[in-house]
């Protein structure tokens, strides 16, 4: 299993360009989260998705969208880029093994560094 | 709300001496607790997580952690470290009773281990 799998690794964007983080895990896990890492900081959550055609937003989901059309991928969108954007994105995955998932462990991409200037 | 303290933002130790990396959390329901680690330009992995039972909980790479609920904390802990140890370490918390689960991260301790 190659896990849970993010691309690009590395992006530089200009403010008010758009692009689509990819993310995909291969372990069948109905759940799926996206993390933004600032430096100095925790993780925070932007979206995360129960199953296939379900989503909803985390702690700061402002200026991105999401989808879920597959269990295997959930695509992150920058509509339009801004400065305040810049971070570490992680995507995330975990298998409910408790029924609503708590208390799982979540399996964490290697990240996409982003830039926006 | 729940959050989660982690006090030291790094901590520099030698080889083969003990660690102790602190987080405390707040919340006025009941959690469950983790610590993650981050090598350099990798993902988050668990090392351990208390979700029930006995409060000293026992990890990978030769961590464990103790759970203190009087105290609100949960302090992660190694007798011997190694060079390969050096990484950043998250605490999270999960509250128990909600429907999904999402976690609380604290802003990391970077572990500097050197020879």
Redesign the interface.
């Known amino acids: 299993n190659a896990g849970v799998t993010q691309t690009p690794k590395f992006r530089i964007l200009k403010i008010g360009q758009s692009m689509t983080l990819q993310c995909t895990q291969d372990m069948n896990h109905n759940y799926m989260y996206w993390y933004r890492q600032d430096p100095g900081m925790g993780l925070k959550l932007i979206y995360y998705s129960v199953g296939a055609g379900i989503t909803d937003k985390g702690e700061v989901p402002n200026g991105y969208n999401v989808s879920r059309s597959t269990t295997e991928d959930f695509p992150l969108r920058l509509e339009l880029a801004a400065p305040s954007q810049t971070s570490v994105y992680f995507c995330a995955s975990s298998y409910p093994m408790g029924g609503s998932g708590v208390g799982d462990e979540q399996y964490f991409g290697p990240g996409t560094r982003l830039t926006v200037t | 709300a729940q959050s ?1 303290t982690q006090l030291d ?1 790094q901590v520099p130790v030698f080889e083969e001496a003990p660690v102790e990396l602190r987080c405390n959390y707040s919340s006025s329901v009941s959690v ?1 607790l983790f610590w993650y680690v981050q090598y350099p ?6 090392l351990l ?1 208390y ?1 029930s039972g006995s409060t000293l909980v026992k990890g990978i790479n030769g961590f464990e952690a103790e759970f203190n609920k009087s105290q609100t904390s949960f302090h992660l802990r190694k007798p011997s470290v190694h060079i390969s140890d050096t990484a950043e370490y ?1 605490c ?1 918390v ?3 009773n ?11 301790t970077r572990l500097l281990v050197s020879p």
Do not use: E
């Open positions: 989660v933002s469950y330009n990798q993902g988050l992995q668990l997580k979700l998250f999270a999960s509250l128990m909600t429907g999904f689960q999402k976690l609380v991260f604290g802003t990391g």
